[in-house]
């Protein structure tokens, strides 16, 4: 076997035909031909790296060089391998096709040459794909883009004077934003024409959590279209359980039904899409009745739902009263959090009860899922569904483990699309680029940006961070919420469980005072309940009198 050698890829074609080539591929990355295709469809051929379990799709064309230059195993010029490829395989082959495919072949690490890692091999395979997932992300952002300036009445003046093309994501900088008053008040300037042509059209408002509640639109199979990109980043969700039954739990305010405040629709009624049964729910699941945990259960056992969505904090009451009850249960393949962030707490609670993993979806009313948290913890976006930035307070991308507000573009969302859309929510950027994905991916949603608290040297503290000191505590809690009295005073409010003891106020206390620091003064206090926010939603910090300076720092 020959050892590679690189190519001058500035080589003007005509330049190259006498130009020869070593070429192998590695002992561990195979050809594959696919069977039942026609030999003129292209992409039937695959190559399959053992080392990463990546595969790579080729066309005809890329396949009858590589099937030449093994066939043959001798040194060639760039004129013998394509005519080789005419006569041997009937395919036409230009020499920058064939200093085209080297050069990929040597950027995914796929050709024998000097020993690498699989650790490296890994990085340069990943390093190839993100970069064309970005050129697909410019692709598309620009088609839409264009269409955004000549089709709705709200962009043409809004990207007014602005490219409608990008080629790098860098550029999407010098795009305007768009923020929840430019929603509210244009929506009318957001809808396409001919929409009343769509047979599924979904009006939805949002939970009014942050504000006033917002009204959006989506049409046709955007919603399943987009839920089912998110979700087949997580390994746990393949085709089979994509489309099994599921069940939901969460607010009734955010259930999604015709009548949101009432909690107590038939079973018929709450079954959605022929699979998705959203279960009856209350106001508060601090006092989730038990023959209301029942029925669910037994709701559960008739539909047997392959995996549960919920709001954690809801789902928390059910997974306590299935291991205090221990009821026969189907069989359950994963638990998905949603609609705020989920505490560790309710998580353990919810992987315990249910005897399976939960992962974590990021999503917003205005747009559907957006990300999804997968094995290695970070949160990940589909490359054609979105694309989402994390700011600081002048719009500049933060540093890789720091923390800033949240901006999404939607890519596949003809009505009401949002570019530069300014949520209220704040993540942090990934420490370190994934080594699993090249889709782009952040550590961890962080919270409300006003649900912020304050230590008592001014530093911000969000939801997340909060709910990782408290959560160390061992048992006892069953929902709690951190309350900013003034600069140096905070109370812990929480529902207690059966567990609860003078050591865990102890407990409690010392990683609070580990968190806030020394000048701050910190109370525990049981209470009987907590109760959730008009939308529904649990508010795991936030200060009682808000201070502008602190949500003003994004």
Same mark, same amino acid.
């Given at each position: 076997m020959h050892e590679s050698r690189p190519i001058d890829i500035n080589s003007e074609p005509e330049d190259m035909l006498s130009q020869s080539v070593l070429f192998s591929l590695r002992s561990n990355v195979l050809l594959y031909e696919l069977p039942g295709l026609r030999s003129e469809v292209p992409g039937q051929f695959l190559l399959t790296d053992l080392v990463t379990g990546?595969?790579?799709?080729?066309?005809?064309?890329?396949?009858?060089?590589?099937?030449?230059?093994?066939?043959?195993?001798?040194?060639?010029?760039? &004129?013998?391998?394509?005519?080789?490829?005419?006569?041997?395989?009937?395919?036409?082959?230009?020499?920058?096709?064939?200093?085209? !495919?080297?050069?990929?072949?040597?950027? /995914?690490?796929?050709?024998?040459?000097?020993?690498?890692?699989?650790?490296?091999?890994?990085?340069?395979?990943?390093?190839?794909?993100?970069?064309?997932?970005?050129?697909?992300?410019?692709?598309?952002?620009?088609?839409?883009?264009?269409?955004?300036?000549?089709?709705?009445?709200?962009?043409?003046?809004? *990207?007014?004077?602005?490219?409608?093309?990008?080629?790098?994501?860098?550029?999407?900088?010098? !795009?305007?934003?768009?923020?929840?008053?430019?929603?509210?008040?244009?929506?009318?300037?957001?809808?396409?024409?001919?929409?009343?042509?769509?047979?599924?059209?979904?009006?939805?408002?949002?939970?009014?959590?942050?504000?006033?509640?917002?009204?959006?639109?989506?049409?046709?199979?955007? !919603?399943?279209?987009?839920?089912?990109?998110?979700?087949?980043?997580?390994?746990?969700?393949?085709?089979?359980? *994509?489309?099994?039954?599921?069940?939901? *739990?969460?607010?009734?305010?955010?259930? &999604?039904?015709?009548?949101?405040?009432?909690?107590?629709?038939?079973?018929?009624?709450? /079954?959605?899409?022929?699979?998705?049964?959203?279960?009856?729910?209350?106001?508060?699941?601090?006092?989730?009745?038990?023959?209301?945990?029942?029925?669910?259960?037994?709701?559960?056992?008739?539909?047997?739902?392959?995996?549960?969505?919920?709001?954690?904090?809801?789902?928390?009451?059910?997974?306590?009263?299935?291991?205090?009850?221990?009821?026969?249960?189907?069989?359950f393949k994963t638990v998905l959090t949603s609609y705020e962030v989920t505490s560790k707490i309710h998580k353990r609670l919810l992987m315990q009860a249910f005897s399976c993993p939960s992962f974590e979806i990021y999503g917003l009313t205005e747009v559907s899922q957006a990300a999804m948290e997968c094995e290695d913890g970070k949160m990940y976006v589909p490359h054609d569904t979105h694309i989402i930035e994390i700011l600081d307070r002048d719009r500049r991308p933060v540093r890789p483990g720091e923390v800033g507000r949240l901006y999404i573009t939607s890519l596949r969302k003809y009505s009401v699309p949002l570019l530069r859309y300014r949520t209220t929510d704040l993540a942090r950027a990934a420490s370190e680029p994934s080594t699993i994905r090249a889709e782009f991916c952040f550590q961890r949603i962080e919270g409300r940006i006003g649900d912020l608290i304050a230590k008592p040297d001014g530093q911000f503290l969000t939801p997340r961070m909060v709910d990782d000191a408290v959560s160390r505590c061992e048992s006892g809690i069953g929902w709690y919420s951190l309350v900013q009295k003034n600069e140096h005073s905070y109370r812990l409010y929480i529902v207690p469980t059966p567990e609860y003891s003078n050591r865990t106020e102890g407990q409690l206390s010392a990683l609070l005072a580990e968190l806030l620091g020394p000048e701050a003064m910190i109370s525990v206090e049981p209470v009987k309940e907590i109760r959730p926010g008009s939308s529904g939603k649990f508010r795991l910090c936030y200060q009682e009198e808000p201070q502008d300076s602190l949500q003003n720092q994004f």
């Open positions: 990546q595969h790579f799709g080729l066309s005809n064309e890329q396949a009858a060089i590589i099937r030449t230059l093994q066939i043959l195993q001798e040194t060639l010029s760039f &004129g013998d391998v394509s005519e080789a490829c005419r006569q041997k395989f009937g395919v036409p082959v230009d020499c920058s096709a064939i200093q085209a !495919l080297l050069k990929d072949l040597d950027d /995914l690490a796929l050709i024998k040459s000097k020993s690498l890692s699989r650790e490296q091999i890994v990085a340069r395979q990943l390093k190839y794909r993100r970069a064309i997932l970005e050129r697909l992300q410019c692709d598309h952002l620009s088609s839409l883009l264009q269409w955004m300036k000549t089709s709705l009445e709200f962009y043409k003046h809004k *990207l007014a004077g602005h490219p409608a093309r990008i080629t790098r994501l860098e550029e999407l900088l010098d !795009l305007p934003i768009t923020t929840r008053e430019d929603v509210r008040q244009n929506l009318h300037k957001l809808l396409p024409a001919g929409l009343n042509r769509y047979s599924n059209i979904n009006w939805r408002s949002t939970s009014g959590t942050t504000s006033e509640r917002m009204q959006t639109v989506h049409v046709g199979d955007y !919603l399943q279209e987009v839920t089912q990109r998110v979700l087949h980043l997580n390994p746990c969700f393949d085709v089979e359980i *994509l489309g099994s039954p599921m069940c939901v *739990l969460t607010t009734p305010v955010c259930s &999604g039904l015709e009548c949101h405040m009432d909690m107590n629709v038939p079973y018929e009624r709450r /079954l959605r899409y022929g699979r998705a049964l959203f279960l009856n729910s209350v106001m508060n699941p601090v006092h989730f009745p038990e023959e209301k945990l029942e029925q669910i259960i037994e709701e559960m056992r008739k539909h047997q739902p392959r995996y549960l969505y919920c709001n954690a904090s809801y789902a928390a009451a059910l997974a306590t009263y299935i291991l205090q009850k221990q009821p026969k249960l189907p069989r």
